[in-house]
């Protein structure tokens, strides 16, 4: 089901002579999507998933039923020595036609509030084409004064994001010269910390190390600026994954979403978060929040296919683990998750076909066996094959699940108090994981760690996924300023203005254009440019039947009633007298 009050930011396209000027168009294309997700009643889809559509010349009818919006914006960018121009359309995916189109030209020190502008006029467009809801005043703060260092950012945010150690290693370069240029470049040294800690985290940086320089960092942001999502989201893998501190690390994640409701990594953060207290109808809230404004991404499926898994549904985790793949093939976790899902459903050919070629194998059989089969001995050449090799490099805990399922059940248990008490990863779900169940019955399962953190604290959290609308006019004062809007047109008749806006409108109001949108749906159940069109198509038609006219061609007298474009027009018609105008004059004329 599409939402109308949805939209998705395609890459803008690079114009420049630089073809090396693509890393500023797809930052600038994610700074957009992120102002525009701030806008809480506003869905927007997230940059891996409009991404997904880059250099690929699909129609955008079906971007858009992919996505499931109803707008889609497409841009250009042009940036030549020190100034930048940006053209804009927002597009209708029901009928292709674009309703908005606007170029933006300034000097590239204005970049900031130039993207402020965009994602603030964009909103607003969508606003008045697809009902009310609040906008901020500002979405886009100037996060350095530097116009280089900005660029230089970008570069590495265009790095960071390939996910590779190679890749992570080159961004903290870009950063760190984009710092040299701005000491007080706050999402500069943030960056650098989800950089650091995630090569700590993957084992390609000693994680003592890995750890100081991520410090270091954050005790440079948090005296810049606390205001961004980055700030208390830095805390969230400390609490989580890190101490297993499940109370601070909703506190923090709640901050996150309080920020920005949308924050994809906020969102996912909760997700897991309810999966390891074992809150699934909790953790599906976030994960369907997740699919929702970023369908494309493997990861998101992945985290579905997660909550399936571990509530033994195990068909539809398959299904969903399936799909996460086609996404991406390399997505190491769905490979394992994928073969557990074989494993409990017993579908040894399909298992066996799709273990070939990889790491583990013989881990892999042998847990199929333990599961599906009787009588299976587990040598003790293999454990101790097991006891030599490093385990902290093992991603998924495969000796652990064979030896919890097999006569060596206390030494499984020893294995994975162990790793509890360690706060390892791969088992901060340990209550959850149906590989584990036997060792729920051994004396000490229960005293292992205990969540902080209980169902009762988190009653509220369902509101951090989607704000209520708020009520910014009363019933009385709607009627009185319902009063004084019909006046204002039938005595001024502003909708002859081809350029009025809604700016406009609350001027003369003396309101906000929060406060003028919210008035026009609640008081005629309707957005702000079906209202105005609404006064247009009742003058045309007093303008189109009086012979006085008769000269006149019908587009003429469209932009005599204060339409500006043909498409808008024809449209707008058709929708509201189910004819067009041609056959409607007609038809009148012939009654």
Not at 218 to 235: G, H, M, Q, R, V
Request: contains cysteine; hydrophobic residues 40%.
């Amino acid at each position: 089901m599409i939402n109308h009050k949805s939209i998705a930011v395609l890459p803008f396209i690079n114009m420049s002579n630089d073809i090396d000027n693509e890393y500023f168009c797809d930052g600038i294309t994610e700074e957009i999507i992120n102002a525009l997700s701030k806008v809480h009643q506003l869905k927007v889809i997230a940059r891996t998933s409009s991404f997904a559509f880059k250099n690929k010349g699909i129609d955008i009818r079906e971007i858009g039923k992919q996505l499931g919006v109803n707008t889609v914006l497409e841009g250009s960018i042009k940036k030549s020595q020190k100034r930048i121009r940006i053209n804009t359309q927002l597009i209708d995916v029901q009928d292709g036609t674009h309703y908005w189109t606007k170029k933006f030209d300034r000097e590239l020190i204005d970049i900031f509030d130039l993207q402020d502008e965009i994602s603030l006029t964009i909103a607003d467009e969508i606003r008045n084409n697809f009902g009310h809801f609040e906008i901020q005043e500002q979405l886009i703060k100037q996060p350095t004064a530097n116009v280089d260092a900005y660029q230089l950012f970008l570069k590495g945010r265009s790095l960071q994001l390939k996910w590779t150690p190679e890749s992570l290693n080159l961004a903290i370069g870009f950063y760190n010269k984009a710092i040299e240029l701005d000491k007080n470049y706050a999402k500069a040294y943030y960056a650098n910390l989800q950089c650091y800690g995630l090569l700590g985290m993957w084992g390609y940086m000693p994680y003592e190390e890995s750890i100081d320089l991520a410090i270091n960092n954050l005790l440079i942001a948090k005296e810049l600026d606390t205001s961004l999502p980055e700030y208390p989201l830095s805390f969230v893998g400390k609490f989580f994954w890190q101490e297993w501190d499940f109370k601070n690390a909703y506190i923090h994640i709640k901050k996150v979403l309080e920020i920005n409701p949308n924050h994809i990594d906020g969102l996912e953060a909760m997700a897991e978060l309810f999966i390891a207290l074992g809150f699934f109808d909790e953790a599906l809230i976030y994960a369907n929040k997740l699919l929702d404004v970023d369908p494309l991404s493997a990861n998101n499926h992945y985290t579905l296919a997660h909550i399936y898994y571990y509530q033994q549904k195990f068909e539809a985790a398959l299904d969903a683990i399936n799909y996460a793949l086609t996404l991406n093939p390399q997505l190491e976790l769905a490979h394992h998750l994928k073969c557990f899902c074989l494993i409990w459903l017993n579908k040894k050919d399909s298992f066996e076909k799709f273990i070939e070629n990889t790491s583990l194998i013989e881990e892999k059989k042998l847990l199929f066996a333990i599961i599906n089969e009787r009588d299976v001995d587990v040598s003790q050449q293999l454990i101790n094959k097991w006891t030599q090799q490093n385990r902290e490099n093992m991603l998924v805990p495969y000796d652990l699940f064979i030896l919890a399922n097999s006569t060596y059940k206390e030494t499984g248990f020893i294995h994975l108090k162990e790793m509890i008490d360690k706060k390892r990863g791969q088992v901060i779900n340990f209550r959850q994981e149906p590989f584990l169940k036997p060792l729920q019955h051994i004396n000490g399962f229960e005293n292992l760690h205990h969540a902080n953190l209980y169902i009762k604290d988190i009653s509220q959290s369902k509101k951090l996924v989607e704000k209520a609308v708020s009520t910014i006019l009363d019933n009385h004062l709607i009627e009185t300023l319902k009063d004084k809007l019909l006046t204002y047109f039938n005595e001024e008749e502003p909708y002859l203005n081809p350029q009025l806006s809604l700016k406009i409108v609350a001027d003369v109001l003396e309101l906000n254009t929060n406060k003028v949108s919210y008035l026009i749906n609640k008081a005629f159940n309707l957005n702000f440019n079906d209202f105005v069109n609404s006064y247009r198509l009742n003058h045309f038609k007093t303008i189109a039947l009086n012979p006085k006219n008769a000269h006149l061609t019908i587009l003429g007298l469209a932009y005599d009633s204060g339409f500006n474009s043909k498409s808008v027009f024809n449209t707008y018609f058709k929708k509201s007298e189910n004819s067009t105008p041609r056959v409607w004059l007609k038809t009148t004329f012939n009654k």
